[in-house]
């Protein structure tokens, strides 16, 4: 069955160290994109990517890094200039120029700075 | 721009009480408008969606209407379960990329 696969589940972060979030989709969606939610909160667009190779800063991509070299893969990489970065990570994806589709999501990654 | 209002929460109810979710949406043109559900510690799922004015999503029991004459797609269920308990989020779709509510956290007491 397609889907997208988010790893780990759970990750834990010392201070000063980058982490990078693995999501994988084999729905053959040309986009992707990475949100943060923290408790009780909405959804809020760290970056996005509609082609490979590309991608766009949404709304809070500070502190945060991707990259797209394949279509399948859109890892996110929290850095170390990210001050609160507990967090749970979703990433989407949906098909490309289709308003009607909506997105398919992983399961989500818990971060947590220990 | 394009941008969706949900009611905010949270909401309790008892079991096989009905369910509404008010959601209104201002966006240009023709968007389509879903409902994702997300149950604790998972990402969100597709409860149900429509894409064209007066269409009903359903799925579940749930049910959704898009009204585009009062710009609204109000999440509704007759009678709903202690497993219903999840945050509800609407949203629109304008291009591939949608816009969410903030979403709404439903609890369903037995």
């Known amino acids: 069955d397609g889907g997208i696969t988010q790893s780990p589940k759970y990750l834990f972060r010392k201070e000063g160290q980058n982490v990078t979030l693995s999501c994988e989709q084999n729905l053959n969606h040309d986009a992707m994109y990475w949100y943060r939610q923290d408790p009780g909160q909405g959804l809020r667009l760290i970056y996005y990517s509609q082609i490979v190779n590309d991608f766009q800063k949404g709304d809070i991509a500070e502190g945060y890094s991707v990259s797209r070299e394949k279509k399948e893969s859109f890892p996110l990489t929290v850095t170390s200039a990210q001050k609160n970065p507990t967090a749970f990570y979703l990433c989407?994806?949906?098909?490309?120029?289709?308003?009607?589709?909506?997105?398919?999501f992983g399961s989500g990654t818990r971060l947590t700075v220990v | 721009g394009n941008s969706v209002t949900q009611m905010e929460g949270p909401v309790t109810l008892s079991e096989e009480a009905f369910l509404t979710i008010n959601c209104t949406y201002t966006a240009t043109g023709y968007p389509s408008l879903f409902w994702y559900v997300q149950y604790p510690g998972e990402g969100l799922q597709l409860l149900l969606k429509?894409?064209?004015?007066?269409d009903k999503g359903s799925n579940k029991g749930f049910e959704a209407t898009y009204r585009k004459e009062t710009t609204s797609f109000h999440l509704e269920k007759g009678s709903v379960q202690v497993s219903d308990s999840a945050v509800y989020f609407c949203a629109l779709g304008r291009s591939e990329k949608l816009v969410f509510g903030k979403g709404t956290k439903l609890t369903v007491n037995p």
């Open positions: 429509a894409t064209k004015a007066d």
């Open positions: 989407a994806s949906s098909a490309q120029g289709r308003k009607d589709y909506g997105y398919t």
